[in-house]
């Protein structure tokens, strides 16, 4: 089960500056959903960039910017793997970078070939990208 992704700025709670993009995923196991949070705030840095016409590196900021609690859908889905909430073949199939999930992953026990063939045998394609 899965829903469509949804973007939303920042609500009441968050801090201002503050989109999300988020994600739900129904558990392998129950039919309890995880939910896979990116959130990019808007620093002086990102900000920057916008004026600049330079949103290409704003991908770069978002992994850097954890102290400012910034993450990428990939560094959520790592956590959710390492949590045990979702599983290794889910993480992989709604990923960015396959190779960056496994770097992430890897002290987790990981294994990015393993990953690819389980995806590939459940009819996952990992060809294409969310974004």
């Known amino acids: 089960m899965s829903s469509t992704p949804t973007a939303r700025p920042s609500g009441e709670d968050d801090p201002p500056g503050t989109f999300a993009s988020i994600q739900s995923r129904a558990e392998r196991s129950s039919n309890a959903r995880a939910i896979a949070v990116e959130v ?6 990102v900000r ?4 600049e016409g330079k949103t ?4 770069s900021i978002m992994q ?30 709604r990923c960015h ?8 992953i890897g002290g987790a026990g990981a294994s990015f070939d393993a990953g690819m ?4 045998a459940a009819g996952i394609s990992l060809g294409g990208s969310m974004y």
């Open 64 to 93: 850097a910017g954890g102290r400012f609690g910034m993450q990428t859908m990939d560094q959520s889905l790592a956590n959710l793997v390492k949590a045990g909430k979702i599983t290794q073949n889910l993480a992989y199939e």
């Open 97 to 104: 970078d396959p190779e960056e999930l496994n770097r992430l």
């Open 48 to 51: 920057n960039l916008v004026r």
């Open 40 to 45: 990019l705030v808007a620093t002086p840095a």
């Open 117 to 120: 063939g389980a995806a590939a």
């Open 56 to 59: 290409h590196q704003i991908y």
